[in-house]
């Protein structure tokens, strides 16, 4: 009596390891998350937006946005955020003022560069020249840089009457308070701070150590907001500026 066999089917591939499994996954999330750059096409890379042209910010001409203007709406949810954010964990209505201050401060350095860069001829490759004097330097600062901030120049520029080191730039309707609700508690905050910290700045850059502050004044009914922003500079510059004019040295930069 002969005996069959029933043929067994062939044995089924064991299952890939773990470590292989996981590696699996691994390349696969990888080719997922490729970013398109790596792929060939305009995107993102490396953490670095560029667009289709290769070029990023760093490569437009600084004059590109010379004559735009930003939206009040923009500005002001801009800087009322800024408010918001200085106002935390602050002491007090100094401790917030002098926060807005740091925060203008960078900004006024960078600036100066720019329309200095701006201010020269198309003519010439070189920028102009930084002020070298007290007066050429607020004169700089109430036109150029108001215009560029605000669209307009400075309403007053003033000099101390019993302080030589001290001047005073007026500003009857600062911008940065139209869109700013003070509560009563804290009447005294003058939130043009952030702007004296870029005047601040400005002055740094161009070589003339100062503190710059705002202060509320009474304006009356036509002006109830306005503000002066008192400069003050150091005790080395006001004797530079008086070496200068005895020397006769500078008086028109």
Not at 88 to 102: F, N, P
Not at 178 to 185: F, N
Not at 204 to 227: I, L, R, Y
Not at 232 to 246: A, I, M, P, Q, T
Request: glycine share 10%; aromatic share 6%.
């Amino acid at each position: 009596m002969s005996s069959t066999q029933t043929p067994r089917p062939p044995p089924s591939a064991a299952p890939p390891p773990l470590q292989q499994q996981q590696q699996q996954a691994r390349q696969q999330s990888q080719s997922q998350l490729q970013t398109p750059s790596q792929r060939g096409s305009p995107g993102v890379g490396n953490g670095l937006r560029t667009p289709s042209n290769r070029k990023t910010i760093y490569d437009r001409n600084l004059n590109r946005s010379r004559t735009s203007e930003l939206s009040r709406a923009s500005f002001a949810y801009l800087f009322g955020e800024m408010v918001t954010y200085a106002q935390k964990r602050v002491t007090g209505i100094q401790d917030l003022e002098r926060r807005l201050s740091d925060q203008g401060h960078p900004l006024g350095l960078r600036l100066l560069d720019l329309l200095l860069y701006r201010s020269s001829t198309p003519s010439t490759t070189t920028t102009t020249a930084r002020p070298t004097r007290i007066l050429p330097l607020l004169q700089f600062i109430t036109t150029t840089l108001w215009r560029h901030l605000f669209g307009r120049p400075a309403d007053t520029l003033e000099r101390s009457s019993t302080t030589e080191d001290e001047y005073m730039v007026s500003d009857n309707e600062p911008l940065v308070n139209a869109y700013i609700s003070v509560p009563r508690e804290m009447s005294m905050l003058n939130c043009a701070a952030f702007v004296a910290g870029v005047v601040e700045g400005v002055c740094d850059g161009c070589g003339f150590a100062a503190k710059v502050s705002a202060h509320n004044v009474q304006g009356g009914e036509m002006w109830p907001g306005k503000t002066v922003f008192l400069i003050k500079f150091d005790r080395g510059v006001v004797e530079r500026e008086g070496v200068l004019e005895r020397g006769g040295g500078g008086a028109g930069r």
